[in-house]
DNA sequence: CCAGTCTTTGCTCACGTGAGCAAGAGGATT
DNA sequence: AATCCTCTTGCTCACGTGAGCAAAGACTGG
C-alpha cells in the first residue's frame, strides 16, 4: 500500500491481504489460508505469510469473512438483570470461555419486556449465530417472535430451563437443587418456612418454587408461604420483606426463607438483621441460590447452591458448535454450600 | 427467494435487499437508502420499501454495510476486573446509552495483563471503530501496543484518567473529589487517617491516592499511612486489611480508612466489623468510591463518592462520533454521598 | 411553457474475505 | 522414466451493502 494514498493509509487495519500476498510472495488466498486453521497450506508458505503479516500488522478482517462463509463466530448475550450481582459472575465466566473457543460476545440490554424485541432485531443484523438469554423477563410472546423472525441458528437460554420446544436450554438441574436444599432443610429441623420467590415467567421457568412446595407438601402435608418479588433486586426483596413480617408476632413469623437466588436472600438478610433486629439463624435462617461472591462475606454467610458455571460454560461451546437442531437441552447438577446463615 | 432453494431460505435473515426491491417494485438501492437515516428518499417510496420489508422480514447486514462503509458502529468493551461490582453498574449504564445512539458493544474480558495485546487484537479483527477500557490492567506497554497497530480510531479510558496523550480519557476529576473527601474527613475530626489503595498502574491513573498524601502533608504536616491492595477485590482487601491492622494496639489504628473505591472499603469493613470486633464510624470509620448500589445496604452505610456515570455515558457517546482528534479528554464532578460510615 | 434548481433514483465500482474447483508441484511406486 | 496419488496453490464467483456520480423527475419562478 502506497503511503501517497494518505487517505487510506490511515490505519494500519486496512492492510488487506493483497498487500500481504504481495510481501509475501503468494497468492491472496493462501495468505488467506494462512489465518485458517482447517485449511491446508505448506509449512514455508505459513512461515513466509506469517513474518509479512507481522511486519505489516495484518489482521484477517471479520466481517468479510462472515459475509462470505455465512458464520460470524459471534454470539449475542442479551441481559436485563443488572441488579443481581450474579449476573457479573455469568459474563465473566462466558466472556473467558467462549473467547478462548473463537467466538465473540455482542453485549446487549435488554431494558424492559417490550423491548426485547428490538434488542432481538438488533443482534440479528449483526448476523450473530446465536442468542444467549441470561435475563428474566423473556416470557412465551418474545420467544415466538424470536423464534418467528428466526434470523439466527440458535436460541439459547443460559441458567434457565425452557417450556419451549424451539429453544435450547442450559441450566442447573432446579428439582435435584431444590430437592437437596429442602431435604437440609427439612433435617435441619425448621418446619416454617417462606419461600421468596422472584418474577414468574411462562416459558423461560425455574422450576424451584414448584418444586419446593411440592416437597413441602408430600412431606409435611401443608403449603409453604409464598412471597414473590417483582424483581432480582436485593434492595426490592428488603422492601418487600419488611412489609410482610414487620407486623408479625413472633410466633408467626418463618424460622427459615428459603429464596429463590442470593440476590433475594441477601435483601432479606439485611432486613431481618438491621431492621427487624432479629438474628441468623437463630430467629430466622436464610437460604439463597447461585453462590454469588458476597454470599461468602461475613455479612452474609450464606447457605446456598452453586451452580457449575464453568461446565456450563464448556457446553455453551459445545452446542454452539454443534450442527444439531435437537435434544441439546441439557440440565446440571450444582453443589449445596453450607454457611451460617442455616 | 424461491422456496426451490431450500437451502439458502433456512433462515428469513438472508433476505437480501434485492428481495425487497423486486417485492417494493423500487430498484436496490433505494432499499437500502430507506433503511440509512441519512439518505434521501421520498415519503411514497419509504412507505413502500418498509411495507415490503416487513412482510418478507428483511434486515439490512450490518456486516456488509460496515464493509463498504468504514464504518462499523461497533465498540469493543475490554474488562479485565469483574470482581468489582461497580463494573456492573457501569456496563449498565453504557449499553442502555450506547444502544440507543445505534452503538453495538462487544464484551471482550481481558483475562489478565498479558492477554491484553490479544484483546485488542481481537477486538481490531472485527473492525470496531473505538476500543473502550473500563479496565485497570492496562499499563503504558499496553496502551502503547495498542496505539501503534492503531486498528481502531479511537482508545477511550473511561472511568480512569490517562496520561497518554493519543488516548481520550473521560473521568470524574479525581483531584476534586478526594479534595472534597478530604475536607469532609478532615471536618469530622479524624486524624489518624490510613488509605487503602488499588493497584498502581501507570499509564491509566488514579489521582486519588496522591491527591489525599498531599492534601493531608498540606494540611497537617505528615504522611497518611497507605497500604496497597494488588487488585480491586473485597475478598482481597480483607485479607490485607486483617493483616495490617490485627496485631496493633488500639491507640496504634487508624481512625478511619480512607479507600480508593467501594470494592476495597466493603472488603475493610467486613473485616473491622466481623473479625476485629470494632465498630464503624465509632473505632474506625470508612469511606469509599463510586457508590455501588450496595454501598446503601445497611451492612455497609458507606460514605461514598458518585460519579456521574449517565453524564460520563452521554459524553462518551458525543466523542464516538467526533471527527475531532485532540483534546477529546473530559473530566467530570460528582457528589459526595455522607451515609454512617464516616 | 420553459429554463433553472432541487430532490430522488439507478448505476458502476468497491469493500475483504470464503467455497469450491482445476491446475500445478512434489514424491512414491512400478 | 512414466504413472499415480496427494498436497498445495491460484482462480472464478459470491457474500450484501455504501459512496459517489449521472440521469430522471419534481418543483419554482418568470
Redesign the pocket.
Known sequence: MEMTDGK?AHFAG?V???DV?LAAG????????A??K?????????EKVMAAAERLG????L???S?????SNLVALLIDDFANPHKLVMMERLTRILRREGWDILLVNTLDRDDAGHALLNASQRRVDAVILIGIQFDDEVLETALHARRFRKLIIFARTSQNPNTISIAVDDVLAIKEMANYVNARGYRRPMFLAGPQTYSAHLLRKETFVEYWREHFGNEPEIVGVPAYDPVLAAGIVMEKLSERPALALPDILVCENDALAMGAIDVIRHRLNLRIPEDIAVTGFDDVPQAASPNYQLTTYRQPLTEMGEYLVEVLQSSETENLDRLFEGKLIVRDSA
Open positions: 487510506k486496512n488487506t491481504a493483497d500476498a503468494v497468492s491472496r488466498w493462501t495468505v488467506n489460508r489465518f485458517r482447517d485449511a491446508s497450506i505448506s509449512a514455508k508458505s505459513l495484518y489482521v484477517p478482517d466481517r468479510a469473512a459475509l462470505a462463509s455465512d458464520r
